[in-house]
T-cell receptor, first 114, second 115 residues
Framework: ETGVTQTPRHLVMGMTNKKSLKCEQHLGHNAMYWYKQSAKKPLELMFVYNFKEQTENNSVPSRFSPECPNSSHLFLHLHTLQPEDSALYLC?????????????FGPGTRLTVT | AQSVAQPEDQVNVAEGNPLTVKCTYSVSGNPYLFWYVQYPNRGLQFLLKYITGDNLVKGSYGFEAEFNKSQTSFHLKKPSALVSDSALYFCAVRDGLAAGNKLTFGGGTRVLVKP
């Protein structure tokens, strides 16, 4: 295991639902990331947080709302999603946003929007 | 701008044979290069990275990669493939001149090792 956990592992939601994805890292890292992995598309960076502050929003639609209450926890709040938002959502962490650190990934949440 | 390309969608190799997964990159400054592996229903696992120094980098599970600046490549290699190496492999790059730790990933190469 990488020290990064994600819940739930699988989620099916309707387009009018509101749900949240949770990520927790036990590595003492200060930077956390949300990625979207769709079939036949490269991994897409969505958001970056460094010391709880958002430092990157990669033109993500407002129906995705991140929250980082502390350096160990990261949430992705979902509302009024579209079927094309179905994907594997990966959380990652690294010691800091700067430097030459590799990122450690969680197992992902497989999201299906119906 | 930074970009990375993995020219092969899939690589097939017999168990015991050498395995190579190709990666080329483009950056403005010095490249920081990474390889990750993803097994089914799992997240990405870090294999190795090149930051500076020796062009041959050794990583986890017997994998190594060779940085070639003139060819802007960072191919992943394993001398003798195992069936358990069957997975999806991602190359990633970060431009040393860029602020932050924003990685750009390639599209991935699926490796199938047959017994």
């Amino acid at each position: 295991e990488t020290g990064v956990t994600q819940t739930p592992r699988h989620l099916v939601m309707g387009m009018t639902n509101k749900k949240s994805l949770k990520c927790e890292q036990h590595l003492g890292h200060n930077a956390m990331y949300w990625y979207k992995q769709s079939a036949k598309k490269p991994l897409e960076l969505m958001f970056v947080y460094n010391f709880k502050e958002q430092t990157e929003n990669n033109s993500v639609p407002s129906r995705f709302s991140p929250e980082c209450p502390n350096s160990s926890h990261l949430f992705l709040h979902l509302h009024t999603l579209q079927p094309e938002d179905s994907a594997l959502y990966l959380c990652a962490s690294s010691p800091a946003e700067t430097g030459t650190y590799e990122q450690y990934f969680g197992p992902g949440t497989r999201l299906t929007v119906t | 701008a930074q970009s990375v390309a993995q020219p092969e969608d899939q690589v097939n190799v017999a168990e015991g044979n050498p395995l190579t997964v190709k990666c080329t990159y483009s950056v403005s400054g010095n490249p920081y290069l990474f390889w990750y592996v993803q097994y089914p229903n799992r997240g990405l696992q870090f294999l190795l990275k090149y930051i500076t120094g020796d062009n041959l980098v050794k990583g986890s599970y017997g994998f190594e990669a060779e940085f070639n600046k003139s060819q802007t490549s960072f191919h992943l290699k394993k001398p003798s493939a195992l069936v358990s190496d069957s997975a999806l492999y991602f190359c990633a790059v970060r431009d040393g001149l860029a602020a932050g730790n924003k990685l750009t990933f390639g599209g991935g190469t699926r490796v199938l090792v047959k017994p």
